[in-house]
């Protein structure tokens, strides 16, 4: 089945900068990549997704990047705020008439003032 | 969106007892899905619920631990029998949005459990 990988597992930067999550998958036959936002005590979230047939989404700070062929996506948080500090999850699904996710370890962003 | 309701939000159990997780979503969809998401971990699909038929459980999951019911388009329990302290989790349900081709997952808030 598919098996998720999600890097740094924790990440700290400064209020601005940039914050950028690395997933690796490894069914070749997924083909739907979204990131879910879980901040602390809350449900998760969509941030953002991306299909199979696009290399790159974005929307407002927030992109995703896919390659295929390496199986694996990243999300980049651009001018990152201390409201973006919370738990990101990256998850891959075959999209075959339901979402069957499988989702990443998760990576806890803090973004500091 | 989708509208998840669950119940109870949190609860503390006695190891070996059972308890009934509610999920009310606030209109009609075929598949209702039940994850799991254990302290500071991820989250783990436990089973897909179909309305009118049994529950598909993913690997590591049974039913006679994990007990579904789906008695209608809009509602979902999920049971976990026998518990032990490894069972502390958070229990999410699920649903996909409809009509929006996105194929989005929207979560329920939840429900807390911890087993003395």
């Known amino acids: 089945g598919e098996n998720v990988e999600q890097h740094p597992s924790t990440l700290s930067v400064q209020e601005g900068d940039s914050a950028v999550i690395k997933c690796t998958y490894s069914?070749?036959?997924?083909?739907?990549f979204p990131w879910y936002k879980q901040e602390l005590g809350k449900r998760p979230q969509l941030i953002i997704d991306?299909?199979?047939?696009?290399g790159e989404k974005k929307d407002q700070r927030i992109a995703v990047t896919l390659n295929k062929t390496a199986k694996h996506f990243s999300l980049h948080i651009t001018e990152t705020q201390p409201e973006d500090s919370a738990v990101y999850f990256c998850?891959?699904?075959?999209?075959?008439?339901?979402?069957?996710?499988?989702f990443g370890t998760g990576t806890r962003l803090l973004v500091s003032p | 969106s989708a509208v998840i309701s669950q119940k109870p939000s949190r609860d503390i159990c006695q190891r070996g007892t059972s308890l009934t997780i509610q999920c009310q979503v606030d209109?009609?969809?075929?598949?209702m899905f039940w994850y799991r998401q254990q302290p500071g971990q991820s989250l783990t699909l436990i089973a897909t619920?179909?309305?009118?038929?049994?529950?598909?459980?993913e690997s590591g999951f049974v039913i006679d631990k994990f007990p579904i019911s789906r008695p209608n388009l809009t509602f979902s329990t999920l049971t976990v029998s026998n518990m032990s302290p490894e069972d502390s989790s958070i229990y999410l349900c699920?649903?996909?949005?409809?009509?929006?081709?996105?194929?989005?997952?929207?979560f329920g808030e939840g429900s807390r459990l911890t087993v003395l």
């Open positions: 699920s649903v996909e949005g409809q009509g929006r081709g996105t194929g989005e997952l929207f």
């Open positions: 069914d070749s036959a997924s083909n739907y």
């Open positions: 991306i299909r199979s047939n696009v």
């Open positions: 209109s009609q969809v075929t598949m």
């Open positions: 619920a179909n309305q009118g038929s049994e529950a598909t459980y």
């Open positions: 998850a891959a699904s075959r999209n075959t008439g339901f979402q069957k996710l499988v």
